[in-house]
């Protein structure tokens, strides 16, 4: 927790409300690319930051205070039209929004808030201002380049010429010195002795050499033409020797200036490192051109260049901001509708009546009053449970809000079109289950973009529009939630997934022949397995969709697959609507009763042993001319007796995913909602079991984790 001493409360408010506009601008601004017209979307985003913005200062968070007033002075350009929004804009937009997310989560974390990228900040001020007032600034500038760099020039030049000057001085001293016999000609300003004229030459075309070595022009400045003419020729001209020689003999200032006006060639220092325009990715920033007014180049001398953080180099490293991990931060609050609220506090008020009614009935003869207050308390506290469980429903919104900026990352990396569609965001799931599905989610949104969509030169030459779409919906039924992730891409073969499952020894030859489609886009689930022929920062590593599988059945849910070649594919995933109160189905295995989660149940029939058989050491039932896998859970949990025992005996009929088992247990005591309750941390190791729950007569009952007994025992495939 951020130290703030009496604001504890306030700084979590701000966090919660800060945390619902990301999520919204996330959206917008990924959006806004394809609408950066749009006035109402430009509106909510600088409202979204100018929010944040407002509750940072009010809790004096400086560092996050300055990036949002940046960000919301280039919305505020954009909104009045002063500027139109570029691709190299986009990118730095939309790293300020992953600063402030990255500073959000600092200050929950309770770690220093540390000051926004330099780089960021310059970047964010030169976009902030209107273009037309940019470019007039810029022209200004590249004036007073010239003029300063023709100031430099002509001072470069007369030093050379003083220190020319001294030299021949000294040489002509010497000479009279020893000549003393020529007095006129050492005094003459007419004529100079043959060594002066050589070493004239000789000084004129090392400052020659010098500067067509060290003065190259400044970035965007174009190089006089005399001057690199000039610097290409061992000749001079007549005025750049006359002038030499004026100031060589100590002739007035005035007779040298029309000299000096001339593009001489002398040397000259480059201008300095901060008065060029410099990228914020380390490389000098290329001149902007007529054709591009929003060049990633910059001012040229007051400010850093706006050049795309997009661009690879090591400052992009610097400035990358953290990949947003998804799914990982366990949050321990969440925001309930008033409406809600009242719901519950009005169903409780109907429980204290009801409590009232049975203590008054205490001891009654009144056999028929019982009855009706036990009913009357069976209605209430039936409807106070589901009032309860909506106080934990989240909008799977908070998940599928992170998509947007996902898919747009991942199709510009890959150089891809993909238009990302959301449906049913504001369908109720379990704030657990909320948190639970962003890791599978991303998997397969990452898998439907990088393996199901083509580029768009395989989509045209396919006959498909350029622009891939990819199908992100959620939607109720009954007592479950079905997830939907599907593309219009290349889909897949089931023949191809076999080849591949062989080539890589996920399967044998034998159980290839045996497999039919369903079963076959089932083999993408194998650990190891991967159809990519090159590994990338992507996918290719036969990481991935096994996880998925792992995580989705933990939940209790079940996941398919519908795929056609060149038409794409379609992964659904239903999971139950909440964690913490499941119906289950009541079971005994011999003197102890155990739970089985009801959405795993699909029948349950009479064990008949005349239709049984062994098949490779594993019993089977032949149920409607289909091989069904037996599993004796008394054996699975070690109760001491065997695998059948005196008497009846029941199947039932698990499904998990695409696989049927058939669990063999001794009684049947029918349907019961539970609310599961943790194993603490002393048994939370033991495998097989989801939890425990304390049913109506008191005792305590395990509730079993289906899925982990089948790996136990080897029959999850």
């Given at each position: ?201 000789d000084a004129l075309h090392a400052s020659k050499q010098n500067e067509a070595v060290g003065s190259a022009p400044a970035a965007g400045q174009p190089a006089p033409a005399a001057a690199a003419d000039s610097a290409a020729s061992d000749e001079i001209t007549e005025d750049e020797f ?174 891809k079109e993909i238009e990302l569609v959301l449906q049913g965001e504001d369908t109720d799931l379990d704030k657990t289950l909320v948190e639970e599905l962003a890791d599978p989610l991303v998997h397969l949104v990452r898998n439907a973009v990088d393996h199901g969509i083509e580029t ?165 039932a032949l149920v409607r001319e289909e091989v069904l896998p037996l599993g004796y859970l008394a054996q699975w949990l070690r109760l001491g007796y065997g695998s059948q025992r005196e008497g009846k005996s029941y199947v039932v009929v698990a499904v998990i995913g695409e696989q049927r ?57």
């Open positions: 927790m951020y130290e703030m001493e009496g604001m504890e409360d306030i700084l979590q408010d701000f966090l919660v409300e800060a945390g619902e506009i990301l999520i919204q601008l996330d959206e917008q601004l990924v959006l806004l690319e394809s609408r950066p017209q749009d006035r109402d979307l430009l509106n909510a985003i600088f409202r979204g930051f100018h929010t944040i913005k407002g509750g940072a200062g009010f809790l004096n968070l400086e560092p996050l205070v300055e990036v949002c007033h940046r960000a919301e002075n280039v919305f505020n350009v954009l909104r009045q039209g002063q500027r139109l929004l570029s691709s190299a804009m986009m990118d730095v937009i939309l790293f300020s929004y992953d600063t402030v997310k990255g500073m959000l989560d600092a200050i929950a974390a309770g770690k220093t808030l540390s000051q926004a990228s330099p780089e960021l900040l310059a970047q964010l001020d030169a976009f902030s201002e209107p273009e037309a007032e940019a470019a007039a600034r810029e022209s200004s500038t590249a004036d007073e380049s010239v003029l300063d760099a023709e100031e430099e020039e002509l001072e470069t030049i007369e030093e050379a010429l003083e220190t020319i000057e001294e030299s021949f001085a000294e040489a002509a001293i010497a000479d009279a010195r020893a000549a003393e016999t020529e007095p006129a000609a050492a005094a003459s300003g007419d004529e100079i002795t043959d060594e002066e004229f050589e070493a004239l030459l006359e002038a030499l020689l004026d100031r060589l003999h100590g002739k007035s200032a005035q007779a040298a200036a029309p000299a000096a006006a001339a593009p001489v060639n002398t040397p000259r220092q480059a201008p300095a490192a901060d008065s060029a325009p410099r990228a914020v990715t380390g490389k000098p920033a290329p001149a902007p051109t007529p054709a591009e007014p929003q060049a990633v180049a910059g001012p040229t001398s007051t400010r850093p260049a706006a050049a795309p953080i997009a661009e690879a180099s090591p400052a992009k490293d610097a400035m990358k901001a953290p990949e947003p991990t998804l799914g990982n931060k366990e949050e321990t609050t969440i925001r309930v509708d008033t409406r809600r609220l009242d719901e519950v506090m009005n169903l409780v008020g109907e429980l204290v009546l009801v409590r009232n009614r049975i203590l008054t009935l205490e001891g009654s003869s009144d056999g028929e009053g019982r009855e009706a207050a036990a009913a009357h308390l069976d209605l209430v506290t039936s409807s106070l449970q589901a009032a309860v469980m909506k106080t934990r429903m989240q909008p799977i919104k908070k998940v599928f809000g992170r998509f947007p900026r996902l898919v747009r990352d991942l199709a510009k990396n890959l150089g768009p030169e395989e989509r045209l030459a396919a006959g498909k529009p350029a622009t891939g779409r990819v199908l992100l919906s959620a939607q109720q039924e009954g007592d479950h939630i079905l997830i939907t992730i599907s593309d219009d891409g290349r889909g897949m073969n089931p023949e191809v997934l076999k080849r591949k499952a062989l080539e890589k020894g996920v399967i044998d030859e034998e159980t290839a022949a045996r497999l039919d489609e369903r079963q076959a886009f089932n083999l993408i689930f194998a650990p190891g397995f991967s159809t990519k022929e090159q590994i990338s920062d992507v996918s290719g590593r036969g990481v991935g969709m096994d996880v998925v599988k792992t995580h989705i059945t933990r939940l209790n849910g079940a996941i398919d697959i519908h795929s056609r070649p060149q038409q794409g594919s379609t992964f659904l995933i239903r999971l139950p609507l909440t964690l913490a109160i499941i119906p289950t189905l009541m079971v005994g295995l011999g003197n102890q009763t155990f739970a089985l989660p009801l959405s795993l149940v699909r029948e349950i029939f009479h064990l008949d042993m005349s239709q049984t058989r062994i098949v490779n050491g594993q019993q089977v088992i058939g669990l063999v247990v001794d009684s049947l005591y029918g349907q019961e909602e539970v609310v599961i309750k943790s194993l603490g941390v002393m048994l939370q190791h033991v495998k097989g079991f989801a939890g425990a729950t304390i049913t109506g007569n008191g005792h305590v009952v395990l509730i079993l984790d289906v899925p982990n007994l089948l790996n136990a025992h080897g029959l999850m495939h």
